[in-house]
Structure formats: C-alpha cells, structure tokens
C-alpha cells in the first residue's frame, strides 16, 4: 500500500519577517548636539587641550607639545569659553588672583587667539627688569646659573622661525652631538619667586626687552613673561610688535596649564601613521606647576 501523501504545512507566522524599524533621526541628531554642547561645556568650564606652537616657554614648553589647561583655578570670564565666542569684558565669577609661577592662558588686547606667558608680578606689585633680570618690589627675583640644556632643534623651529639657532636670540648656540643630531645649547637660569615657586628659565637676551622702567601693575592685572626670556612677546613687548603691551587683566586669562599629556617632534604630519616615531617618550605627563623652593615648603 502507497504510503500517504505528507499533508501540506500551516505557515508559521512566528517566522515572518518583522518590519524594520524607522530610524528616528531627529532623536539621533539630538543626540549629537547634546553631545557636542556637553564637550563644549568641559572644555569652557574645566578643562581643555592646548597646542605649542612657537618657543617662548622654552625650556620648559617645546614646540609639538600637548598640555591640559584648567579653567576653573582664577573663576571664569569671558576668555573661558572655548572659540572665545563672548565679547571681551572684565567680568570674572567666583574670581581668585593668580600665584607667583603659574603658567596661564591669555587672549591679547585686540586678539582672539590664545598666548601661554608665566605670571611674574601681582597687582599692586612694582617692577622693573635690568640686564633681563626681574627687580620685584624693589627686590632682585634670585636667579642661579644651572647646567646648560641641550634643545632639539624642532622644539624650537615654528613657522615664524624655520632656522633656529640662526636668529639673533640663539646665535652661537647650535651644537652637534657625537650622534650626529644638532641642538640647540640654552644657557639655564632657576628663577625663584618670592612665594617660593622656582622654575627653569632661558638665559637668552634681546637689547630691546632686557631693560624696562619700573612700572606699578593696576589692580585687576598681572604681569606676564616668557620662559624664554630673549624670545618672547609678553608684557614687555608692545601690542603694534605683537606683545602684550603691558600688564593684562586678570578678565583676560582664560586658564592654567597643568601638565603635558604627550609630545609630538617635526616628522609628525596630519599622517597619524608618522605620530609613533615622532613621539618624544619622554615629555609625557610631566607637571607645569613650579615647584617650591625648600625654605617655602
């Protein structure tokens, strides 16, 4: 007997195809947006990434390094908000003044791009400079002779200046190593400030910002230098030379560098495949706030 014919099968709607579901895309463009104003916010009110891109902070500061600046240790103002979208004022909420040492961002008088200068003098504070050094209040800032540095030369060549160790401030300076690598070899002063922060400075000089009158900073100002102490455009430059003109509104400093996450030398390029071997191994996670001498401990 034949067996029976299979008896035809139910479809199985479990099985089916469920629709596909609609991408909500004004929800995922608000998404973004909120993402995008929470990064804004961190950069403007904590924290954010800062470039170096020339030597006036030298030693301490080399062209290709990468830093973190705080934005909250001086209250906020107008220069805190990331782009500088703001219109200058002299505002500050929650405002403090500055310490002897600390290294800060300042927006110049008629700029909108960001400078990195060392906090000298406070207000109400009387200074000078003689022979490049500091007269504060009177007083010599102490400045001991320290070993010589040896400076790679892409730490110090900037699109301003293609050919270090070729300039009035480095002449005489450039150096070859028995590995065959040029340096540059700054003379190394240690500044220490009345508070008791010490740090490295570049023994250069330039005629034209070595001497300064004796000036009082106002109140509401600080007096910023350069690191780099011939090569700098700071409060002894004047604004049509590219300097700061004098002291700068405390409303005018938009953060305080706190340490180096990484540094990148000259090979680096907009290749990320070039950024391994031009990373300075030993630059990273370094601290930029200066020490205190022993006796200020």
Known sequence: MPDAAPMPREPDDSKAAAPKARVDWWGEFKGLGLMLLAVLAFHSLVAKPFYIPSASMLPNL???????????????????PSFHVLP???????????EYGDIVIV?????????????????GDRIAIRKGAIILNGRLVPQAVEPPLDVPLD????????????????????????????????????????????????????????????????????????DDRGDSADSRVDQPEGGLGGPVPIADIG?????????????????????????????????LRPALAPAAR
């Open 107 to 123: 927006v110049p008088r008629g700029q909108d791009v960001d400078y990195i200068k060392r906090v000298v003098a406070l207000p």
């Open 155 to 226: 730490a110090i060549r900037s699109s301003e200046d293609p050919d270090p160790c070729s300039n009035m401030v480095f002449f005489g300076m450039r150096q070859r190593l028995p590995n065959g690598a040029e340096v540059c070899e700054l003379p190394i002063l240690r500044e220490t400030m009345p508070n008791g922060a010490t740090y490295l400075i570049a023994d250069t000089h330039n005629p034209d910002n070595d001497n300064r009158p004796e000036i009082t900073v106002p109140a509401g100002e600080v007096f910023l230098m350069g």
């Open 62 to 80: 080399w062209v290709g390094d990468r830093l973190v600046v705080s934005k909250y240790p001086y209250g906020w103002s107008w220069a805190s």
């Open 88 to 98: 200058r004022s002299t505002w500050r909420i929650f405002g403090r003044t500055p």
């Open 255 to 287: 953060g305080r560098a706190e340490f180096l996450t990484f540094s990148l030398g000259g090979k680096a390029s907009w290749n990320p495949f070039t950024w391994l071997g031009a990373l300075r191994h030993d630059r990273g996670w370094t601290s």
